[in-house]
């Protein structure tokens, strides 16, 4: 067994393990393991990473038992980026986590199995641990809502019913493909479908409810009223991997099923209607959620209004992945958006959770001046705020240029136009969140002196996710090139 | 119409039912029930599937392992569920109740 084979079943038994040990140690230790894991996850993507660049999959079939019955996992360079993003943001949370003197003691227990859970979505090769992971991603999440207080308790609620439906018709489709196929295994189940024409229509009915189930997690558009009290009711160490990371789990999902299970099954033309509907909502989820995020006049809310509008772009370009020039930069693009959004929305939320930790409030009127106080957390804001505006140099960027450039491929115009407005409207929402933050005012008197917070950690944590925002934006071209490794076409 | 059409029908009705509830009630009890329900719905859905069989009309095994996963994860959802709700409604009446919009 080689190195990476081993981390790719280390990067899941690990943070799992880690999970149980968690719940038997006293606080402090749990700290301690809480940031171990983090490095020893941060060891064992990097592995896989090397062996991805390196051109690559790597696959494990654990126990030594194969495909149709066995539990097989396989990382080809789709995997390894969103494990590597999960593993950027996850490790610097879990550092703010384990300095922060607000994390409740349960917080370890849930992020270590939510962790595990992301790696086993991100790394299976079949659809029913793709499931098990995703479960144990929404419990997992919907328990770390509620460690926010009495308030967040009934949002914690509504996103629970909500994911329980969505993985209910997640499973319903799953099981359809199964009794057509006969098989789990995404790559098994692609080649029977597509030596089976007449099994379309049923492929086609598993994909709608598939995709009609992971869009309820993802939080498009009609169904997104759940997010926002969700991910803005949570502890600051919380919001981030909500917004950043669990949310991604869907999209990974959705994409696989989409990209591989449809390859030359010629299904993916019947998807035309689907795809477009899928584009209609996020075009009007990038522009009513910028607008309600205009609307907010606190930092939280703000961010998760922002999240619906980032979510949005994604499902713009869906229409492109059916177009036969247009589909690689569409999937490109797609992929830099929310990898992007993944790092640059985790270090908004943590900026805006360490400010609501320091003032006790989260409104942007109160926090007038707080630049002066907390330079790095605001800072730290900023860069995130940047990555979300799509402004170079920064993965926002990459994925908003590729998805342009692939509608001017397949002549899609409205997405330009679409994007235009989005990059506007964030832009606005930015100046909205920033400006109050960094205004001069004049202290009041009795303030003198304002001690300038340049040690925390937790500050530190913030920036770290701003410059990993711009760090990032230099591996666009990475990007496209580990797409290629094990791509559907 | 075959045993496995009415079981599929019946699985159909089910869920498409409990999610209509589920998404018009207020009542947060209910509303747990009510995704129960759509639970159930789905599993039956995913057994009739799995009784179309072949030619020598033996259930599939990987759909009942699907049934069996699903309920054990409906099972833990509806407990964590159980637990939210008497918190919620629990003995200090809250004023800051706003679970039950939309």
Partial sequence: MTAAELSLGAVVLAPLLAAALAAALPHTARRALGVGIAALVLLLTGLLAVQTVAGEVTELALGGYPAPLGIHLRADGLSVLFLGMTALVGAVVTVFAAASRHTHQAFWTLWLGCWAGLNAVFVSGDLF??????????????????????????????????????????????????????????????????????????????????????????????????????????????????????????????????????????????????????????????????????????????????????????FVAFPLLLEEDAAEGAFIGIVALALGHGIAKAGLFLGAGYLKEAYGTDEIEQLRGAGRQHPYAVMGMSLGLVGLIGLPISLGFTGKWNIATAAVAAEHWWILVLLAAGTLLSAGYAVRALAPLLLQESPTPGEARISRNYRSVPGLCVIGLGALTLVTGFGGVLIAEALEVGAPW | MSAVMLYLLLGTVLAVAGTVRMLLVRDLLARLIAMNVVGIGSLVILLALGARGGADDATDPVLSALVITGLVITVAFTGFGAVLIRRIEGPRPSDRDGGDRG
């Fill in chain 1, 129 to 314: 641990n793709t499931y098990v992971g995703l479960e144990l991603v929404g419990l997992t999440a919907v328990a770390l809502v509620a460690l926010g207080g009495r308030g967040s308790w009934a949002p914690a609620l509504r996103y629970l019913f909500i994911a329980v439906l969505g993985s209910l018709l997640l499973l319903v489709g799953v099981g359809l493909i199964v009794s057509v196929t006969g098989t789990l295994d995404v790559v098994q189940a692609a080649e029977v479908l597509a030596g089976r024409p007449d099994a379309a229509p049923a492929a086609l009915l598993a994909l709608t409810l598939i995709t009609v189930g992971l869009c309820m997690k993802l939080a498009l558009l009609p169904m997104h009223a759940w997010l926002v009290p969700a991910h803005a009711s949570a502890p600051s160490a919380v919001s981030p991997l909500l917004s950043g990371l669990v949310i991604k789990a869907a999209l990974f999902v959705l994409l696989r099923c989409w990209l591989w299970l449809t390859d030359s099954s010629g299904a993916l033309s019947a998807l035309a209607p689907l795809a477009w509907g899928l584009g209609a909502f996020g075009a009007a989820a990038v522009l009513i959620g910028s607008v309600m995020a205009l609307r907010q006049s606190a930092l939280k809310p703000l961010a998760a209004y922002s999240t619906v509008a980032q979510v949005g772009y994604w």
